[in-house]
C-alpha cells in the first residue's frame, strides 16, 4: 500500500468480530487466525447480579450519560440507542447530530448503512434454501460457483462460519485504490471475487478462522443461483416482508432513502474526513450493502437470533437454527461465531460497519432483550470500534454478567 494510503479497518470482531465489514488495519494485511474450539460465550466468573437490570429512571439515566461520555471521547456525531426486554420501559435515545453541516439532529427514525448485519440476512436466505432441499451445507461451493480456489473442497458450512481459507478481497491493495479513488463505482460480485482470487488462499478449509468478505459474495451467488431470483429481490420477499421489516432494504445502487443521517470516515485516500451518505455499497454486496432502521432492526434481532418471525411461525427451522448457533470459539475470549451470526458473552447477532456508519444488534436470549446500536461514523477511538464501546457501555450497565466487550486489536499503518 502506498505511504499516503491509510488503513481501512477489517470487519470482523474488534479483532477478528468487530465484523466492522470493512478491510484491514493496513490493506494487504493477513488476518488474525485460531484453530476453531468448543463455543464460548459463558459470562465471567467474578460477575454478579441479575441477567439484565430493571431499567428504572435511575438506570435510564445512567444510560444517557455513560452513552454521552462515549460520544465525547470518541468524537461520535450521532447516535441513537435501543433496548427493549419484555415487561420493562424500553430505552430509545438519540443524542447528537445526523448532519454536521446543517445541525440536523440525529433521531430514531432515520434510515442507516448497517455493514456487515447484511451477513445475518444472506445467511439466512441460504438456510432457508437448507431448509427446502435446494442446497446443502455441506455441499462444496464448486458445485454452484466456477474458479473457486480450494473450491472442491471449501463448503456452504465453511464459507458461512468463515472458516474457508479464502482471502479477503477488501483487504487487496488494488480493491482499496479502486475503492477510495472513485467511491461512487459500481461493483460487480466478479469484479469483488477477482480481487480475492489473484491471491493464495490462507490456510486449508475448515483449519482456522478467518473474517473474509468473500465468502459471502460467494453465498450471495448461491442464494441467487439456487432461487432464481437476485438477491435483493430474495430477500425482501421471503425475509423482509414476512418479518414485517418495510424500512429495511438491499440497494440496487447508491439509493438511500429519506431521512437518513450522514455518515462520517477517514477511511480515504489522503486520509481526510469525507461524508460518505452518496457513496456506493455495491462493493459489500451480500456481505455489506443493506440499509435499515432502529425499529426494523429491534424486529430482526430476535428474528435472526432464534430463527422465529414476530407471529410464531418460523423463519427457517428449528433443526437449521440450531445449527446455525454453533459458536466455535475464536481468538476472542468469550466470543464465538456461528453460521453468520456471533455470540459474544450471550449477546447473539451482529454488527456492522462501512465508510461512515456502523451499527450493532444483539439479542440476550435469557432475557429475551435486545439492543440496537446505529451511528453515523466509522472513525475508530483508540483502536476499536465505535459501535464496540457504545456495546460495552451500555452491557456494563444493563446486564453486568453478559457485557458485551471485544478487545481492541492494535493499529498498524
Known sequence: MSPTSLRLRRGAMAALLTTAFLVPLTAGATPSTAPSAPATGTPSPSASGPDVRPLSPDVARRLDASVQRVMREAHVPGVTVGV?????????????VADKASGRRMAPDLYLRIGSETKTFTVTALLQLVDQGKVGLDDTIDRYVGGVPNGDRITLRQLAGMRSGLFNYS?????????????????TPEQLLDYSFTHP????????????????????????K???????????????DPAGMKDTLFPKGAEFPAPHAQGYT???????????????????????????????LRVWAPTVATGELPDGRRMISAATQRQRLVTPATPIRGAGYGLGIFDVQ????????????????????????????????DIGYRGEEPSTLFGRAVTEIISPRHVFDLPAEPTVR
Open 171 to 187: 483487504e487487496d491493495d488494488h480493491f482499496f485504490k479502486a475503492l477510495t479513488s472513485d467511491p461512487q463505482r459500481p461493483f
Open 201 to 224: 488462499v490462507l490456510f486449508q478449509p475448515g483449519q482456522k478462522f478467518s473474517y473474509s468478505n468473500t465468502n459471502l459474495i460467494l453465498l450471495g451467488l448461491v442464494v441467487e
Open 84 to 96: 427493549w426486554t419484555p415487561g420493562q420501559p424500553d430505552y430509545v435515545r438519540s443524542f447528537g
Open 266 to 296: 477517514d477511511q480515504t485516500a489522503n486520509g481526510e474526513i469525507a461524508e460518505t451518505a452518496g457513496w456506493n455499497p455495491s462493493w459489500g454486496w451480500a456481505a455489506g450493502a443493506m440499509i435499515s432502521t432502529l425499529d426494523d
Open 226 to 240: 439456487e432461487s432464481g431470483r437476485p438477491l435483493g429481490e430474495y430477500i425482501e420477499r421471503h425475509i423482509l
Open 346 to 377: 450471550g449477546w447473539i447477532g451482529h454488527n456492522g460497519s462501512l465508510p461512515g456508519y456502523e451499527s450493532l444488534t444483539v439479542y440476550l436470549p435469557a432475557t429475551r432483550t435486545t439492543l440496537v446500536v446505529l451511528l453515523n461514523t
